[in-house]
């Protein structure tokens, strides 16, 4: 259990510490993942990038994601996951149409503070606040391959076991410090979880870019 999401990256980076894994860049999924990458970067000096993430959730369990967007037509959609919950594909499209279209006008207002993803030739850490399904490390991580990354970490402080099987397919390393096979979603595993807004994140990566440039 975490207090919050600043105690969780801590716990994070102690897994990171432990395991020895090293990067060459922290990218965060926004904006959740945003305070806790923050941490981390701060923590092992790295530099920091974001990728913001639009989730397709399941129509009667807006808890559950099956599928994620990312900028540039990057998606994945959650198959077996859509047929155990009974999800029909005419909603799939629609939603992943309204996420694609939503997740370009997201990515715009990062791009005004943060700039072009640079991640050519690095092993970056892709961190979150914690990796219930798998769906947007997913998306992500095929965003950061496309971009040139040579290796991509996935990092979060919760997760359980049979999504992190699934992960470690697609993911050239995996650290997760907490791993609760009873897992129902990330917020029960925090005692504070408050929502992090697009306006949070960006806020926070600005602190940051003020911070390493003082």
Not at 43 to 48: K, Y
Not at 99 to 111: K, L, M, P, Q
Not at 133 to 146: D, F, N, S
Not at 163 to 177: H, I, K, N, T
């Amino acid at each position: 259990m975490f207090t919050d999401r600043s105690d969780a990256a801590q716990q994070l980076v102690a897994a990171l510490r432990r395991r020895d894994v090293v990067g060459d860049i922290v990218v965060t999924l926004a904006p959740n993942g945003v305070p806790v990458g923050n941490v981390v970067a701060d923590a092992t000096g790295l530099p920091m990038d974001v990728i913001v993430i639009q989730r397709i959730r399941a129509p009667n369990h807006p808890e559950l994601t099956i599928g994620a967007v990312a900028p540039g037509g990057f998606s994945w959609i959650n198959s077996p996951m859509m047929r155990f919950l009974d999800v029909n594909w005419e909603y799939v499209q629609e939603a992943k149409t309204h996420a694609s279209d939503t997740v370009e006008t997201r990515a715009v207002a990062y791009g005004e503070t943060w700039g072009p993803l640079d991640v050519a030739g690095k092993r970056v850490l892709l961190v979150d606040d914690g990796i219930p399904t798998g769906a947007a490390m997913r998306v992500a991580t095929q965003r950061l391959r496309k971009a040139g990354a040579d290796e991509v970490i996935a990092a979060a402080p919760v997760a359980p076991p049979d999504v992190l099987e699934e992960v470690q397919r697609w993911a050239d390393d995996v650290v997760v410090p907490l791993k609760p096979a009873a897992f129902q979603a990330t917020s029960d595993y925090y005692e504070e979880f408050d929502s992090v807004t697009d306006e949070d994140a960006t806020t926070a990566l600005s602190d940051l870019v003020q911070r390493r440039s003082a």
